[in-house]
């Protein structure tokens, strides 16, 4: 008797677990996860676990909204009160100099208030009281987001996982898909390392190797990889994880900034450097522009001008064109969705993402549109591009 199942999800991250799990919530009684390593084992696990809402493009507010309120009563949305997704409510900041930065500062923040969400401009009175540690003297407009911080994203994506399970659905790893089944313009299943398995509705999450699920598809994408680095630095005192998650649009790099176990863990929020190869191992950081970028955090909170370099590690962007992601259906063929090109922001979507997609899959009409993140965007002229460009917020 064949293998079947009414959903089939790919991907063993963050998107491909939330989406595992809303699909069992909202009945579906034979949904499978396949991922050819562990839960949370790839770019997930390497996320900064930033959660905002702070955006230009009205449509990420709305999902990262509605996402972190399933982040703050993450026990509650997966009924199990030892769930954890190791939320921590420092607020985020975001600073801009004079000219067009701190005009799309201004923007985004009036745009989001609009929506309903806890945010505001700050003066620098204002802010140092939240942030002693700032200088600030070259900035023209802070805002500030109350409710947002970071999480963690491996209890987050292990925890959709196991609730999945509770709930019915399976999940099996080290289990590799090399294709796609096919009858004529109908996905009907996947090719695996263990053998076929059909499915009503196959959803494709699997983060940089999209590129290889597209082509089993007979499809082009509008898809790249990117290298991005993070790194850990140490002052002589503590920085607290009260200390509000930091954007710094005045810093060269467009640095972001949160607090780490009392370090202060650094990312750019520039392009990345390109590469072809999902499957790139640990790229070494140049150490010249770490060390650039060290400096430019120093410039924003000079107790760090004498810090200690600790640590850095690189991961893997999916990036799209405009730097948000592709999700839902694929023109002219059907039983096939897609979830990529999260361009750094996927986390933090995740949460919601993941009902869209289960009641996309399922025929249902979901609770936010799809169709902003749709693939023929491009080809239609109406590319997501933030207020900010590439590479920055979104």
Partial sequence: MPDTYDAVVIGGGVIGAATLFHLARLGCRRALLLERGDIAGGSTALSSGIVRTHYSVAPNVAIARASLRMFEDFAGLLDDPEADAGLVRSGY???APPGGASAVVRQSVAMQRGMGIECG??????????????HLDDIDAIGFEAEAGF?????VTTGFARAARRLGA???TGTAVTGLLREGDRITGVQTDAGPIHAGAVLS???VWSRAAAAWAGIDIPFGITVHHIFFLMADAAYTSDLPVLKDLASPARLYMRPQGGTLMVGSGLDGTETTDP????????????LDEAAQAAERLPAFAEGRLLRSWSGLYDTTPDWNPVLGRVPGLDGIQVAFGFSGHGFKLSPMIGRM???SLLGQEPDLPLHPYRITRYAEGEPLVGAYGTGAVS
């Fill in 151 to 155: 999480a963690d994203p491996y209890l």
């Fill in 279 to 290: 499957d790139t191992p640990q790229v070494e950081a140049d150490t010249d522009a770490l």
């Fill in 121 to 134: 401009l700050l003066d620098r009175a204002d802010a140092l009281a939240r942030h002693p540690w700032l």
């Fill in 205 to 207: 999450a699997v983060n």
């Fill in 357 to 359: 997609l289960a009641q």
């Fill in 170 to 172: 399976e999940v099996r």
């Fill in 93 to 95: 900041l975001i600073v």
